[in-house]
Antibody, heavy 121, light 108 residues
């Protein structure tokens, strides 16, 4: 069974840092990339970042570029999102989401349960 | 960046109704369009990918259509478990892979 489990969320002051983890199981980890998607309280979904299976493709939303870093550990079967210089507007539930293993247009077929990041003084 | 819009932003419907939600992209995205359902406090669930392909395990009352800039999600006969918020997302070319603002389907 495919599972994605996020952790690492919490309360942090503006300007602070936090690292989110996404532990994956039930599929061949090295063959998949991952997306991070966030949702501010009461708001819609916002795509944040993507890392490819071989880390040769890494992308960020403009809103987090230069502050967030996505990475993966193929030994620990985990993805990470390091978040620096956090702002109040980064407050959100953060999800990791796996792209479907299909050629061509694809969506995110498995999502974690989400982890809440609150940036507040 | 490609912008996504959805209409309506919310709708009220009854069990058994046929419901249609529209999504429009700011430029052509071919068929690189996905639909998700989200219930309060839960992660989104993939319903439709590639504009019209039904994700495994999703009931056949859900269908998608469209290509280019205009897309539609249809629920042929609304069930109690379908009251939720629905998002479209484009996955065309390079990121950002933007989501629409969402459409909330409420009980009439």
């Amino acid at each position: 069974e495919v599972q994605l489990v996020e952790s690492g969320g919490g309360l942090v002051q503006p300007g602070g840092s936090l690292t989110l983890s996404c532990a994956a199981s039930g599929f061949t980890f090295s063959g998949y990339g991952i997306n991070w998607v966030r949702q501010a309280p009461g708001k819609g979904l916002e795509w944040v970042s993507y890392i490819s299976p071989g880390t040769d493709s890494i992308y960020y939303a403009d809103s987090v570029k230069g502050r967030f870093t996505i990475s993966r550990d193929n030994v620990k079967n985990s993805f990470y999102l390091q978040m620096n210089s956090l702002r109040v507007e980064d407050t959100a539930v953060y999800y990791c989401a796996r792209p479907q293993p299909v050629a061509g247009p694809n969506g995110y077929d498995y999502w974690g349960q989400g982890t809440l990041v609150t940036v507040s003084s | 960046d490609i912008q996504m819009t959805q209409s309506p932003s919310s709708l009220s419907a009854s069990v058994g109704d046929r419901v249609t939600i529209t999504c429009r992209a700011s430029q052509s995205i071919s068929n690189y369009l996905n639909w998700y359902q989200q219930k309060p406090g839960k992660a989104p669930k993939l319903l439709i990918y590639a504009a019209s392909s039904l994700q495994s395990g999703v009931p056949s009352r859900f269908s998608g259509s469209g290509s280019g800039t205009d897309f539609t999600l249809t629920i042929s006969s609304l069930q109690l478990g379908d009251f939720a918020t629905y998002y479209c997302q484009q996955s065309y070319s390079t990121p950002p892979w933007t989501f629409g603002p969402g459409t909330t389907v409420e009980i009439k």
